[in-house]
Structure formats: structure tokens, C-alpha cells
């Protein structure tokens, strides 16, 4: 008897096949002694659409809302359905004894097998491989450590209580809003309060007024200090007149040391990265988006097999991965990582809690590297970037803390206080790993304001005078608060439990690719169509708070504690009332997107639309279907700063390229073949010629052929 294996991905089969000697390729499987390995193209099943309940679900209507089955059925994906037909014979045949589920060890790959299993209606036994990482050892020990399926079955039914949620919520909302107001708006369960954060934050920037304010700062030659309130310790003065007043006191006058504080302080290695950490830390210093940094990281993990299970939201490792420490410590002492690695390879390494904690542990452990063999070399420049900050990540896990002596100076002149502050390291620690001198905590949210510089101070001590070279008087004005960048973004969502790690980075691009968001530069800021799906969807739906009690019960029912059918009794109440709320609202939609271009079929104003190849116009007028290519659709070419595909334009001076993020701005060389930036000539450029010379000349087809051969030459 056999052992059928189902995998999410046929890369993933490949390798689980290659350990286990299943060397057979057959169209939907590979076939070994022992086990038959398949895979599910990432999802194979799903949950059915509206019109598979009922036809007339077809056209939204929002009398029709809302759709609320009384059980969710499941269908299989129509473009992939061969390789579930391909799985659902394999499950026919008498010599499969049992399956083991071998999908990505989280809650979405648990859905994916389990629902594959329900409609090819496996009632053998099956058991679950359990691993953080891709490497042949990993597969080897999983498969002698199999897990008994039944061990997973909290974890799928949460699965299923966060899918049927996104379904009855989401759908239901959608179809609201788009049927009620005639525009294409999306919302959902996790994306609608994410967006309304964004929405908040814009408000906050449009209603801010600077304020002018003023600090005095005095200069000692080799430091400078800052004066600061007596009573409140701010170093702004926001009364010009009281800081010219200071600043005068202060002029010609002598100073003295009226008291010196030094202390030893310490800052700890950071915790190693989960996804959303790093993901952070790949936006702030590369531009990464997140789903680029998942895209990236998914790599590292499947094909070079160098780094453990990305979807992870635990920093600490578990005690049973003490003991290969030292293995994965020497794999990545490599190239500029090995004096960095040299120091612990020959003693006992000093594990301590903030690297290794059971109880800080969820379903898997921190990202860090597996120990396996890497070539530099062979990694592109995006995959040896994430893999940089994984692997020095890691080094900085096994050095001390980062010490340094902090001296404060209290300093007198004619009665004002000043203060300044300067700090000295001690011993680099773990900074050594990253060669920063900046005292800045990594795993700190967001550095705090100090408008104290960071400076060498002299050896004094208290009593003693000082020359005062000058005073000055700076003008400064308060700041708005920044719009949110990617890693900002993650941040606020982790916060406030909206998402998992593993789907933020596609709830941002949804954003983006509804038009509710737009990127301009490192910055995402929502356009006219987010803010007004805001004002239209129910201030309750657009609330973090009740997303995130919905997460917190998705945990809870995975853990055993919460129960499926009363979150999803709760939840079709919910979907029932927010569609009611649609119904009932008075509110107007006037398209964000409207130019002054009329449409030559009906005349109502055309809308402006984003699509994958480029933007495009359609009428605004729903029975209307006219549509056509607007100014501005995508090349091939590709942004020298960003690398993404540049939009061709029309100007006085001809056609020439943009990358809207960037502003970056490139002339098209139309002699040159044009629209996607090629050296290539024009395919009908190509026939003419060859026509002409093939078909006008007494020299046969000898000439043609030959310029044929040049033509293609040229253009590889």
C-alpha cells in the first residue's frame, strides 16, 4: 500500500518527491515505492458563487441582498479543474491507504487540503506534515514525525470561519454599495477599516495648522546645549517675544556647570523577524512593497530552501531548535558574513529567552535562515537584499547588548537652565553586526522626537565655568503627522489586528488595485474614490475595533476556546445589517474619476479608469458600454529607479515615457521601433521591406532571405 502526499504548489511536489525516491512524472503526480505525490496549483476549490445558489444572482440587483445561504457550498476553480480531476482519480485508487497533508503549515493551507479532501470525498485516514522549512532534512523528520490529522481540525474550522466571513460580509457589502450607487465599490471585512485609517490620517493632515515655535540654543565651542522650560521640560517656546527675551539674558554672559549626570546604558539585540517585521524593515530601507517582500521571501523559502517558513507573526524560536542553532550559525557564515558568524563558532552560544520562548511561539517560529548551502552569486538583487536582512538578523541574535555611556550636562547662565547630552559606546554588541552608529532601538515602533543633538562632551564637572561662544535663536514651525508609508501601514494594522502577516500585503494591493489607494513614491494616499466609499460604508464595518474582534475569535476558535457556529451566526446577522444600512442611506455618489470628454454615444461625461495594461475611458452612464484607450497606457519599458513599466504619453514635442511614482521622464525614440522602448523595427516596417525587395528585383529570393537573416539578427 501507498501513501498519497498533497502538496500546495508542483514546485514543492517536486522537491517532497525527490526525498521520497518518487521518481515517476507522471501528468498529476509523481509515483515513488512508497508514496504518490500530487499538488493543488495553490487553491483548487473554492467557495461557490452567488449564481450557483441561484441564476437570477447573475445581475446585482440590491433587492436580491442579502445572499445568505444557509450552508456554503464549494466548487472547483473551472481553470484549474484538470489537476483536481487528476487528485480526485488518485483518490480512487485501492493502493492509497492514507494522505498526508503537506500544504503550507497555517491556517490557509489547512483550508486548501481540507477542502479538496470534502469533494473528492476522502474517508481514508490522512495525516499532517508539519515543517518550517523546505530544506531535505526538514521534509525527512516530518515525514517520521507525522501528525494525526484530527490534531488540525480547530485550526480548519477556523479556516473556514474567516473565508465564509470575507464571503458573506464582503459579497454582500460589495454588491450594496455598487448596486445603490452605480460605481464599482469594494469592501470588505479587513480592507474597509484599513482604508477608513487612512481616510483619518488624510483628515488629520488636511485640518493641521503649523504652528511657529522657537528654541535657544547656546554654543560652548566643542557642544551645544538647548534651554528648556522649567515646568514643563519642552525645549519649544511657542511666544516669540519670551524667546527673544531668553536669548538676550543669555548674551555676554558667563556660564557654569551646575550638574553632570553620566549613566551606563544598554540596548538589547532586536528579536528576530516575523513577516510583517521584516516586511517593515524591507519597505523602510529597500522601497519593498509587502507583497513584493512576500514575493521575494516565498523564493528564498521554496526554491533556494535558505530561509524557514515565511507566515509566521512569532520573533522567538523553540527550545527543540536550541540544539541546531549552532548548524544554521556556521551555514551562514559565508562571503561578508563569516567574521561576523567567527566569533561563536568554536563556544557553547549563549542562548537566553529573548531568543529562544516556547509560550511567544505560535504556529511557527521566526524567520531565520535553515543552514543550508548558498551561493551569493546565484541570488538576484532583490533575493540577496532580503536575504542580507534575514541572515544579519540572525548574527545580531547571539551578541550582547549595545552599551554605551549617556552624560547629561545642567548648565547655569544668568539663572536659565540648558541642557545638554552626549553618548559614547561602550562595546558595539550587537551593532558590530549591522555597523550602525546610531543609538536608535530597532525593535522601538518609531524612534521618539529629540531635538537634543547627539554630540562629544568635554570632562567637567559640577561648578565648573564655561565659555559661552554664542547663542542663537532657531525658528522652527510643528509638523503635521506623516501619511502612510508601507511599513507605517503594517504597523497600524498589526496594531489594531486587522489581517494576519500573511494576507496584509494582498489587502494593500487590493487597495491599490480598486483605486482606493494610490502609491506616490514611498507613500500611499487614498484617492477621491476611497474617501468617498468611506462616507458610503457603515461607520461599524470601518471601525478596526469590531475587525479585530473577529480576529481575536478566529484565534480563539483555533485554539479550541471559541465556537464556529455562533461566529458565523454572528456574522450573517452582521452581513443582514449592513446591507439593510446601504439600503436605508440617503447618500450621493458622484464619481472621483469624471474629465470633461463627453461620450460620443450618449453624452454623458466619460470616467477615467486604472486597468492593468493602462488607464482607459467609459462612459459614466451604466446602459452605456462605450470604452476606449486613454493617454497614458503602459510600455515595456521600465523605469530606470523603480524598474516598473513606464506609461506612454503625448506632448507638444511627441511621445515620450513616464513612471508616475518616480516622475522620471524618457523621450520615445520613435525611429527606433517605439511604443515598449525597443531597438526593434516595426513588424510591418519588416514586410514592407522585405516585400520590396523580394517581389520588385530580378535577383529571386536569394536578397530576401538574406535580409531576412540581417532583420532577425538585429532584433535578437
Given at each position: 500500500m501507498k501513501t498519497l502526499v498533497l502538496t500546495e504548489k508542483p514546485s514543492v511536489a517536486k522537491e517532497i518527491a525527490r526525498v521520497l525516491g518518487c521518481n515517476q512524472k507522471q501528468k498529476h503526480h509523481f509515483e515513488g515505492p512508497k508514496y504518490v505525490v500530487t499538488w493543488a496549483l495553490g487553491h483548487l476549490v473554492t467557495l461557490a458563487e452567488p449564481d450557483d445558489y441561484d441564476p437570477r444572482y447573475k445581475t446585482w440587483n440590491l433587492e436580491d441582498l442579502p445572499i445568505i445561504p444557509d450552508r456554503m457550498k464549494l466548487k472547483v476553480i473551472k481553470e484549474t479543474s484538470h489537476q483536481f480531476r487528476g487528485i480526485e482519480h488518485l483518490a480512487k485508487r485501492p493502493d492509497l491507504s492514507e494522505l498526508v497533508i503537506a500544504t503550507d503549515a497555517g491556517r490557509e493551507g489547512e483550508l486548501v487540503a481540507r477542502w479538496i479532501m470534502e469533494l473528492i470525498r476522502w474517508k481514508k485516514p490522512f495525516k499532517r506534515l508539519w515543517i518550517s522549512s523546505q530544506t531535505d532534512q526538514a521534509i525527512r523528520e516530518g515525514f517520521a514525525k507525522l501528525k494525526p490529522g484530527s490534531d488540525y481540525n480547530r485550526l480548519y474550522q477556523s479556516a473556514v470561519c474567516r473565508s465564509e466571513a470575507d464571503w458573506l460580509i464582503g459579497l454582500n457589502v460589495t454588491r450594496a454599495l455598487?448596486?445603490?450607487?452605480?460605481?464599482?465599490?469594494?469592501?470588505?471585512?479587513?480592507?474597509?477599516?484599513?482604508?477608513?485609517?487612512?481616510?483619518?490620517?488624510?483628515?488629520?493632515?488636511?485640518?493641521?495648522?503649523?504652528?511657529?515655535?522657537?528654541?535657544?540654543?547656546?554654543?560652548?565651542?566643542?557642544?551645544?546645549?538647548?534651554?528648556?522650560?522649567?515646568?514643563?521640560?519642552?525645549?519649544?517656546?511657542?511666544?516669540?517675544?519670551?524667546?527673544?527675551?531668553?536669548?538676550?539674558?543669555?548674551?555676554?554672559?558667563?556660564?557654569?556647570?551646575?550638574?553632570?549626570?553620566?549613566?551606563?546604558?544598554?540596548?538589547?539585540?532586536?528579536?528576530?523577524?516575523?513577516?510583517?517585521?521584516?516586511?517593515?524593515?524591507?519597505?523602510?530601507?529597500?522601497?519593498?512593497?509587502?507583497?513584493?517582500?512576500?514575493?521575494?521571501?516565498?523564493?528564498?523559502?521554496?526554491?533556494?530552501?535558505?530561509?524557514?517558513?515565511?507566515?509566521?507573526?512569532?520573533?522567538?524560536?523553540?527550545?527543540?531548535?536550541?540544539?541546531?542553532?549552532?548548524?544554521?550559525?556556521?551555514?551562514?557564515?559565508?562571503?561578508?558574513?563569516?567574521?561576523?558568524?567567527?566569533?561563536?563558532?568554536?563556544?557553547?552560544?549563549?542562548?537566553?529567552?529573548?531568543?529562544?520562548?516556547?509560550?511567544?511561539?505560535?504556529?511557527?517560529?521566526?524567520?531565520?535562515?535553515?543552514?543550508?548551502?548558498?551561493?551569493?552569486?546565484?541570488?538576484?538583487?532583490?533575493?540577496?537584499?532580503?536575504?542580507?536582512?534575514?541572515?544579519?538578523?540572525?548574527?545580531?541574535?547571539?551578541?550582547?547588548?549595545?552599551?554605551?555611556?549617556?552624560?547629561?550636562?545642567?548648565?547655569?547662565?544668568?539663572?536659565?537652565?540648558?541642557?545638554?547630552?552626549?553618548?559614547?559606546?561602550?562595546?558595539?554588541?550587537?551593532?558590530?553586526?549591522?555597523?550602525?552608529?546610531?543609538?536608535?532601538?530597532?525593535?522601538?515602533?518609531?524612534?521618539?522626537?529629540?531635538?537634543?543633538?547627539?554630540?562629544?562632551?568635554?570632562?567637567?564637572?559640577?561648578?565648573?565655568?564655561?565659555?559661552?561662544?554664542?547663542?542663537?535663536?532657531?525658528?522652527?514651525?510643528?509638523k503635521p503627522p506623516g501619511r502612510y508609508t508601507e511599513a507605517s501601514l503594517l504597523s497600524q494594522m498589526e496594531k489594531h489586528n486587522l489581517g494576519t502577516p500573511a494576507t496584509r500585503a494582498d489587502i494593500i494591493e487590493k487597495l491599490v488595485s480598486s483605486d482606493t489607494i494610490e502609491r506616490q513614491g514611498s507613500q500611499l494616499l487614498p484617492t477621491g474614490k476611497g474617501a468617498q466609499l468611506i462616507e458610503l460604508a457603515s461607520e461599524e464595518l470601518r471601525s478596526p475595533e469590531l475587525t479585530a474582534e473577529w480576529e481575536q475569535e478566529l484565534e480563539r476558535i483555533a485554539k479550541g476556546k471559541g465556537s464556529m457556529e455562533q461566529f458565523l451566526s454572528g456574522i450573517r446577522k452582521k452581513a443582514a445589517e449592513l446591507v439593510s444600512e446601504v439600503k436605508m442611506s440617503s447618500a450621493n455618489y458622484k464619481p472621483h474619476n469624471l474629465t470633461h470628454s463627453k461620450c460620443p454615444e450618449c453624452g454623458e461625461f466619460l470616467q477615467e479608469i486604472k486597468g492593468k495594461r493602462g488607464k482607459y475611458l467609459t462612459c459614466s452612464s451604466r446602459e452605456c458600454s462605450y470604452r476606449r484607450e486613454a493617454d497614458g497606457q503602459l510600455s515595456n519599458r521600465r523605469c530606470p529607479q523603480c524598474h516598473k513599466k513606464m506609461e506612454i504619453h503625448t506632448g507638444k514635442a511627441g511621445k515620450y515615457f513616464q513612471c508616475r511614482p518616480c516622475n522620471v521622464v524618457e523621450k520615445l525614440d520613435t525611429e527606433s521601433g517605439g511604443g515598449g522602448g525597443s531597438r526593434r523595427a516595426s513588424a510591418k516596417a519588416n514586410k514592407q521591406l522585405i516585400q520590396k525587395y523580394s517581389d520588385n528585383t530580378s535577383v529571386g529570393n536569394s536578397l530576401a532571405d538574406k535580409l531576412r537573416a540581417a532583420m532577425q539578427q538585429n532584433q535578437e
Amino acid at each position: 500500500m501507498k501513501t498519497l502526499v498533497l502538496t500546495e504548489k508542483p514546485s514543492v511536489a517536486k522537491e517532497i518527491a525527490r526525498v521520497l525516491g518518487c521518481n515517476q512524472k507522471q501528468k498529476h503526480h509523481f509515483e515513488g515505492p512508497k508514496y504518490v505525490v500530487t499538488w493543488a496549483l495553490g487553491h483548487l476549490v473554492t467557495l461557490a458563487e452567488p449564481d450557483d445558489y441561484d441564476p437570477r444572482y447573475k445581475t446585482w440587483n440590491l433587492e436580491d441582498l442579502p445572499i445568505i445561504p444557509d450552508r456554503m457550498k464549494l466548487k472547483v476553480i473551472k481553470e484549474t479543474s484538470h489537476q483536481f480531476r487528476g487528485i480526485e482519480h488518485l483518490a480512487k485508487r485501492p493502493d492509497l491507504s492514507e494522505l498526508v497533508i503537506a500544504t503550507d503549515a497555517g491556517r490557509e493551507g489547512e483550508l486548501v487540503a481540507r477542502w479538496i479532501m470534502e469533494l473528492i470525498r476522502w474517508k481514508k485516514p490522512f495525516k499532517r506534515l508539519w515543517i518550517s522549512s523546505q530544506t531535505d532534512q526538514a521534509i525527512r523528520e516530518g515525514f517520521a514525525k507525522l501528525k494525526p490529522g484530527s490534531d488540525y481540525n480547530r485550526l480548519y474550522q477556523s479556516a473556514v470561519c474567516r473565508s465564509e466571513a470575507d464571503w458573506l460580509i464582503g459579497l454582500n457589502v460589495t454588491r450594496a454599495l455598487t448596486s445603490k450607487f452605480g460605481a464599482s465599490l469594494s469592501a470588505g471585512r479587513v480592507q474597509t477599516p484599513t482604508l477608513a485609517m487612512m481616510i483619518r490620517r488624510e483628515a488629520e493632515i488636511r485640518e493641521f495648522r503649523p504652528v511657529d515655535y522657537w528654541m535657544i540654543e547656546a554654543d560652548f565651542g566643542s557642544f551645544r546645549a538647548l534651554w528648556r522650560d522649567p515646568k514643563s521640560g519642552d525645549t519649544r517656546i511657542f511666544d516669540r517675544d519670551r524667546a527673544e527675551a531668553i536669548k538676550a539674558k543669555l548674551e555676554g554672559t558667563k556660564a557654569k556647570v551646575a550638574a553632570v549626570q553620566q549613566t551606563e546604558k544598554q540596548i538589547p539585540h532586536p528579536l528576530a523577524y516575523d513577516l510583517t517585521e521584516l516586511q517593515r524593515d524591507a519597505n523602510r530601507k529597500f522601497g519593498f512593497s509587502a507583497k513584493q517582500t512576500s514575493n521575494v521571501l516565498q523564493r528564498l523559502y521554496e526554491q533556494y530552501k535558505i530561509v524557514t517558513y515565511p507566515r509566521t507573526d512569532s520573533r522567538h524560536l523553540t527550545s527543540d531548535m536550541a540544539a541546531t542553532l549552532p548548524a544554521r550559525l556556521k551555514g551562514a557564515a559565508i562571503g561578508p558574513y563569516a567574521p561576523l558568524a567567527a566569533p561563536f563558532l568554536r563556544k557553547p552560544l549563549n542562548i537566553t529567552k529573548r531568543i529562544v520562548d516556547d509560550s511567544k511561539v505560535s504556529d511557527h517560529h521566526a524567520i531565520i535562515p535553515t543552514g543550508e548551502a548558498v551561493s551569493l552569486a546565484a541570488l538576484s538583487a532583490d533575493e540577496r537584499r532580503l536575504y542580507d536582512l534575514i541572515v544579519r538578523r540572525f548574527l545580531a541574535l547571539f551578541y550582547g547588548p549595545c552599551r554605551y555611556d549617556e552624560t547629561k550636562l545642567t548648565i547655569d547662565i544668568a539663572g536659565e537652565k540648558l541642557y545638554a547630552s552626549g553618548k559614547v559606546i561602550k562595546q558595539a554588541g550587537w551593532k558590530e553586526v549591522y555597523g550602525a552608529s546610531d543609538f536608535s532601538d530597532p525593535d522601538r515602533e518609531e524612534a521618539e522626537a529629540d531635538d537634543e543633538p547627539t554630540q562629544l562632551l568635554p570632562q567637567v564637572k559640577a561648578g565648573d565655568p564655561l565659555p559661552v561662544k554664542g547663542s542663537r535663536q532657531l525658528n522652527r514651525q510643528t509638523k503635521p503627522p506623516g501619511r502612510y508609508t508601507e511599513a507605517s501601514l503594517l504597523s497600524q494594522m498589526e496594531k489594531h489586528n486587522l489581517g494576519t502577516p500573511a494576507t496584509r500585503a494582498d489587502i494593500i494591493e487590493k487597495l491599490v488595485s480598486s483605486d482606493t489607494i494610490e502609491r506616490q513614491g514611498s507613500q500611499l494616499l487614498p484617492t477621491g474614490k476611497g474617501a468617498q466609499l468611506i462616507e458610503l460604508a457603515s461607520e461599524e464595518l470601518r471601525s478596526p475595533e469590531l475587525t479585530a474582534e473577529w480576529e481575536q475569535e478566529l484565534e480563539r476558535i483555533a485554539k479550541g476556546k471559541g465556537s464556529m457556529e455562533q461566529f458565523l451566526s454572528g456574522i450573517r446577522k452582521k452581513a443582514a445589517e449592513l446591507v439593510s444600512e446601504v439600503k436605508m442611506s440617503s447618500a450621493n455618489y458622484k464619481p472621483h474619476n469624471l474629465t470633461h470628454s463627453k461620450c460620443p454615444e450618449c453624452g454623458e461625461f466619460l470616467q477615467e479608469i486604472k486597468g492593468k495594461r493602462g488607464k482607459y475611458l467609459t462612459c459614466s452612464s451604466r446602459e452605456c458600454s462605450y470604452r476606449r484607450e486613454a493617454d497614458g497606457q503602459l510600455s515595456n519599458r521600465r523605469c530606470p529607479q523603480c524598474h516598473k513599466k513606464m506609461e506612454i504619453h503625448t506632448g507638444k514635442a511627441g511621445k515620450y515615457f513616464q513612471c508616475r511614482p518616480c516622475n522620471v521622464v524618457e523621450k520615445l525614440d520613435t525611429e527606433s521601433g517605439g511604443g515598449g522602448g525597443s531597438r526593434r523595427a516595426s513588424a510591418k516596417a519588416n514586410k514592407q521591406l522585405i516585400q520590396k525587395y523580394s517581389d520588385n528585383t530580378s535577383v529571386g529570393n536569394s536578397l530576401a532571405d538574406k535580409l531576412r537573416a540581417a532583420m532577425q539578427q538585429n532584433q535578437e
